[in-house]
């Protein structure tokens, strides 16, 4: 998602289409709302196509959990992983450790306290949002994007759907040249309301932020307050997530924030992208820790894996949702990127040696992250980190060791 930039993203966050991503020089001066695009995040974290008949997985054991536990302190004493990780079974840990550094210059260690950007993550959240104001009668999942806000032409107005912005299938692309530190949904709105769309609705399903935002111009319309007063009040709070932030951000201005290192070439070019063929990029990477960014609708807050557990805690246990709009939001809805993987309302919904795994990811420059959570096995995995390409091989051998 996660598609990724800093601040609107990967957040992943703000996110360009990946063709567009691939083909375009990216300096050491990184716009966060121009990166990663959560449509391959997806497509790597999954990596290849997963069979669909289930597979006998033993259980894991303490055993296992700690050999995942050395794992980790190996590779990040290797310098090839930093972040925090949390497994939990039943919403007992099984797993909950920091590894690496926070800030290599402070000399200051990642712990289960600091905070990470969660990327386009936060797309779960949007997508809770939406649900609880159809639980309070105030909008419909059928209802085009006209009944709620201004500014589009008919043609789009009265066409795309809520349906269609919760499923990336809108034809709605990215936020054109917007700061990327800018989070105010109003002025992000201006921009989207005058471009015209990519494919018709509800024809394919096309990554986009400008979607996400368009559902939080949604959001504060009929809950009548910002959309970061909203999520405070109606999915931080009721799930007791005191540690997630959402709003503008510098990493370095915020107290126990993980700073990001991003991977940089000898031409100052971020080649932080995992590749689909597994290789291993050559860089350097440099501490991004002073560039502003921000969360928006679309992703971009920072958080804790404690935090992010009690999200998936309090959404399997109804406390942000009534049980028939939980299996709503958390159903796939629209074929994703293999025959085994659908996306829901906010949510990757997928089969994994025959197991469901529910949950998103994101990324930008020097930020990527994943909650999974497997809804028949009982298992949650939170890792956050703020390192290029640490995320994705603890995350298949985590997987692995619950799917088999």
Request: proline share 5%; hydrophobic share 40%; with cysteine.
């Given at each position: ?7 609107l993203?990967?957040n992943?966050?703000m ?6 991503l691939?083909k ?7 716009s966060r709302?121009?990166v ?7 497509a790597l ?6 069979a669909?008949?289930?597979?006998a997985?033993a ?27 949390l497994?939990?079974?039943?919403g ?32 779960m959240i ?20 006209g ?13 795309v ?67 970061a ?31 990001p290192?991003?991977?940089?070439d000898t031409?100052?070019?971020w ?20 560039q502003?960014?921000g ?16 999200f ?27 025959k ?24 930008i ?21 703020n390192?290029?390409?640490a ?8 997987r ?5």
């Amino acid at each position: 998602m996660a598609p990724g930039s800093r601040g609107l993203a990967g957040n992943s966050v703000m996110q360009l289409p990946v063709d567009a991503l691939l083909k375009r020089n990216i300096s050491m001066v990184v716009s966060r709302r121009a990166v990663v695009g959560g449509a391959l995040l997806m497509a790597l974290a999954a990596g290849r196509p997963v069979a669909r008949a289930a597979a006998a997985a033993a259980v894991p054991s303490r055993e296992d959990w700690r050999a995942f536990h050395a794992y980790l302190k190996e590779l990040a004493a290797a310098g090839k992983f930093s972040g925090a990780v949390l497994v939990a079974k039943d919403g007992r840990p099984v797993l909950n450790n920091a590894y690496g550094m926070a800030d290599k210059a402070g000399n200051e260690v990642n712990t289960l306290e600091t905070r990470f950007c969660i990327g386009s993550m936060g797309k779960m959240i949007t997508g809770v949002a939406v649900a609880q104001l159809v639980q309070r009668g105030k909008v419909s999942f059928q209802d085009t994007i006209g009944t709620y806000v201004k500014g589009f032409p008919n043609e789009i107005a009265d066409t795309v759907t809520v349906h269609h912005l919760l499923t990336h299938t809108s034809g709605m692309g990215e936020v054109p040249g917007n700061d990327h530190a800018q989070t105010d949904v109003d002025v992000l709105m201006k921009e989207i309301v005058k471009q015209p769309l990519t494919s018709e609705p509800g024809t394919k399903m096309q990554y986009s932020n400008a979607g996400y935002i368009v559902l939080g111009a949604i959001i504060e319309q009929v809950g009548k307050q910002d959309y970061a007063d909203y999520v405070r009040k109606h999915i931080l709070t009721p799930a007791r997530m005191h540690d997630t932030f959402l709003g503008p951000w510098t990493p370095a201005k915020v107290k126990r924030m993980a700073h990001p290192y991003a991977l940089f070439d000898t031409n100052g070019q971020w080649v932080g992208m995992p590749t689909m063929d597994g290789t291993t990029p050559e860089g350097e990477l440099r501490d991004l820790g002073d560039q502003p960014d921000g969360a928006s609708p679309a992703g971009g807050a920072i958080s804790t894996v404690g935090d992010m557990l009690k999200f998936a805690q309090a959404l399997q246990g109804h406390r942000l949702l009534n049980a028939k709009l939980t299996r709503t939001v958390m159903e796939g809805k629209v074929q994703g990127l293999n025959k085994d993987s659908k996306y829901a309302y906010g949510f990757s919904d997928e089969l994994r040696n025959g197991v469901r795994v529910v949950g998103h990811n994101g990324g930008i420059p020097g930020y990527w992250s994943e909650l999974d959570m497997f809804p028949t096995k009982g298992y949650t995995i939170v890792i956050l980190t703020n390192q290029d390409l640490a995320l994705f091989e603890p995350l298949r051998k985590a997987r692995t060791l619950i799917t088999g």
